[in-house]
Each structure stands twice: as C-alpha cells, then as structure tokens.
C-alpha cells in the first residue's frame, strides 16, 4: 500500500475522486459470539432492520451499535485529546467557566456566585452543534454576546461559497456538519453538510425474544429491605423511621439494601460488526474560501486539503485501536485501518496506510501549504466568558441534578 502525502490528498481533491472510504470488520474485545450491547433509542429498543449484505443471498438482521452522530462525537473528541496532549493544533472557540468553578467547599445553593460542580473550559469540540452552539451564543467575547461581537458576526454571512470564518474558527463544523438554526436568521441559518460520514453495524444480529436481564446489585452490609427509613431532599439517609411512621420509604429508595434489577435490553450476538467511514471529496470541493472578497482557485484547493487531511486525522486517531463504544460493547478491528481512494470509476480504488502519527504530519503539511496561500489557521483559541444569565441557569440546574433522588432499577 501507498502512504497517504498532501500531495496525493491535494491531487486527489483538485482532480474528479468522489471520496475516501474504510471500510473493516470488528469483532467483540471477549472474541467472537460474546455478546454486545447496542444503544437503545425511545422505548428503550435496539434499533434493528435487515440489510442486504455482500455474500449473503437474503436480507440479515443487523443492529446499529453506534450511529453517525456517535461516530462524529468520537472523532471529534479524539481531536480534542490531540490537541491536550500537543499533538495537533487547530482553530477552537473555548468557553471558560474557571472563574465561576468552586476553589473548595462550596454551599449547596452556589454561595459567592460559584457553581456546585466544576465545569471548566468547554470547547468548539465539546459542544453538540459545533459553533452554533447555544452554549456559545450565550457567552461574550470581551463583554459582548459572541454572536453579536465581530468574531461572531461573521457566522451571518457563512455558506459554501464563503466559508473562510468557519475556516478559521471552527473547521470541523465543515466535515461533519452545520446547522445554525438558533441564530438570528432561525431556521434559515446557514446549513453544511456532513463530509465525514461513519457508523457501525452489528451484522447477522441474533436475540432472544421476550428474554429479559435480570440479576441483583448486592448490598455489602445487607441492609434489609424491612427496615423503613426518610431520606433527606438529596436522596441521602436521613434517620430511622420510628415503628408505625407514617411516609416512610424503603432502604432501596435511597440506594441502600441489594437491589435486584430487570431490564428487556439483554445484548446482542453478532457474526461480525462492521465500521463504514466515508469522506467525500465532492462535498469538500464545493466549499468556496474567498480572501479579501476574492475567491482563488489555489485558496480553495489548499483549504480542501486541510479539511481532507483534518477528517482522516480525526477518524484514524479515534479508530486505529480499538473501539470502546459503551459499557459491555468494546470492539477490536480484525486488521488495521485502510483507505481506499475512489477515483476513476471501473478502476480499482487506490489503498493508503495511514497511522495516528502520520496522520498528524499529513495535517501538518496541509496546514503549512494551506498557510502559504494566505489562509489562517489560529493555533491559539478564541476565549470565551459565559454570561451571568448562562452561569445563573448551571448553578441552578446542577441543585437541582443534586437534589433528585437516584432512580432504583
């Protein structure tokens, strides 16, 4: 196989290839046949259909062990840890809470203005709608509303055919996608795509109808369930309840005694599961960078390139090992990852070998010849505050996270 350069990547998004694509199988970390367990969506089912799949005649059961928007999160905070760890840079707006986290011990009702729980910074890779985010929007730039400062200002004017500013606030939004729906156009906000496409499947799924897990959280000092208690407004043990009070609760209630459980989500057997991952170039190739007013050819092809070379980053680095998805559904790749260049149609695709350390030299090269165009990529974040309001609706919130009773299985 060929290793993947910004030469290959930048002749690839300047010529006619529709897309990169991995495609490999996966197989439960305790060896084939263990069971795994998917997520479960309103109802608390799998969500399961049957697909037609290479080598079987006939349609197969198959659950979805982890959706696109899962697989992006993943990648997403996989850039995050390389950038903690110094291994990347990139653009990032970041929202600082630190002067608001608790120094010490800190009253129940947030005395002093200080939050309950620590929060800390949260960045443009944190946050579920990127940078239209709500977070974002209610947090200021130098005392200012983010969306109403001039940084922010800029995200009115965004599209594919000017998407400078998110090149150099947030280039992530442009490979797994944009919607900005809650800023002050609504929900005829700017829209990008999702260039990065991912998901993995369980295929030839197999359960048992109607069989239900089931088993008991032991109790180490055997609190029995006889003995009737009250519980304070966190949910924590209060006193004894005298014989015949009345409005006492059980020991349970207050997650105390062995607890047994039931639930109808018992996992899952799986012939293999497999990740699909997909980049498309054709998406990518559609985004116009004008510097200055003025759209460049060079300008585009080089920021298309770091767009490229930053998507594969993100997905070799979350994937290359194994695949952790929840508890119960750790995945090990039968082989490493291998990307394959769809270029010309009736021909072989291309296949590239691309590593978690090569992967960030191709994004290095990308960015330095991306620079030399007269594009902008801030290596250090644009820092937020958030507003009094937004800190006012944490603190709060997390009281009242704090005095909700835990729930008993």
């Given amino acids: ?133 709500a977070i974002l929007r209610d947090s200021e730039l130098d005392g200012t509303r983010f969306r109403k400062s001039d940084r922010g200002k800029a995200l009115n004017s965004v599209n594919a055919q000017n998407a400078t500013p998110l090149f150099e606030l947030c280039p992530t939004a442009l490979i797994f996608g944009m919607w900005d729906s809650t800023g002050p156009k609504g929900g005829l906000g700017p829209k990008f795509e999702r260039a990065m496409v991912s998901e993995i499947v369980g295929i030839g799924a197999q359960w048992e109808e109607g069989y239900r897990n089931r088993g008991v959280r032991r109790d180490p000092l055997e609190i029995s369930k006889n003995v009737p208690v009250f519980g304070d407004e966190y949910g924590a043990l209060q006193r004894i309840a005298e014989p015949g009070e009345k409005k006492a609760i059980r020991p349970s209630e207050i997650n105390h005694s062995s607890v047994p459980f039931e639930s109808p989500n018992s996992g899952v057997t799986v012939e293999y599961a497999e990740q699909t991952t997909t980049l498309s170039l054709i998406c990518l190739r559609r985004l116009r960078f004008p510097l200055s007013g003025k759209t460049d050819p060079e300008v585009d092809a080089a920021a298309q390139t770091v767009l490229a070379a930053l998507g594969l980053t993100a997905a070799t680095l979350a994937f290359e090992a194994g695949t952790d998805l ?4 750790l995945l090990w790749p039968d082989g490493p990852m291998v990307w394959e260049l769809l270029d010309r149609p009736g021909e072989e695709p291309r296949r590239f070998s691309l590593a978690g350390d090569a992967a960030v030299g191709l994004l290095r090269g990308a960015v330095e010849a991306a620079r030399q165009t007269g594009l902008e990529w801030p290596e250090e974040p644009l820092v937020l505050k958030p507003s009094e309001e937004l800190v006012k609706l944490v603190r709060l919130s997390q009281l009242e996270n704090a005095r909700k009773p835990a729930e008993v299985a």
């Fill in 1 to 133: 196989m060929d290793q993947l350069t910004v030469d290959v990547l930048r002749s690839a998004i300047q010529g006619q290839a529709a897309a990169f694509r991995c495609r490999r199988r996966l197989q439960p970390a305790g060896g084939s046949g263990d069971k795994v367990f998917p997520p479960t969506f309103a109802g608390a089912v799998y969500a399961i259909e049957r697909r037609r799949v290479p080598g079987k005649d006939e349609p197969v059961n198959c659950v979805l062990l982890d959706s696109v928007q899962s697989q992006a999160n993943r990648m997403e905070l996989a850039l995050q840890e390389a950038v903690d760890a110094g291994r990347i840079k990139l653009p990032l707006v970041v929202v600082d809470f630190s002067d608001y986290d608790p120094t010490g011990d800190v009253d129940a009702d947030g005395a002093a203005g200080r939050l309950i729980d620590k929060v800390g910074r949260i960045t443009s890779l944190q946050v579920p709608h990127r940078l239209a985010d």
């Fill in 326 to 329: 929840r508890s119960r559904c």
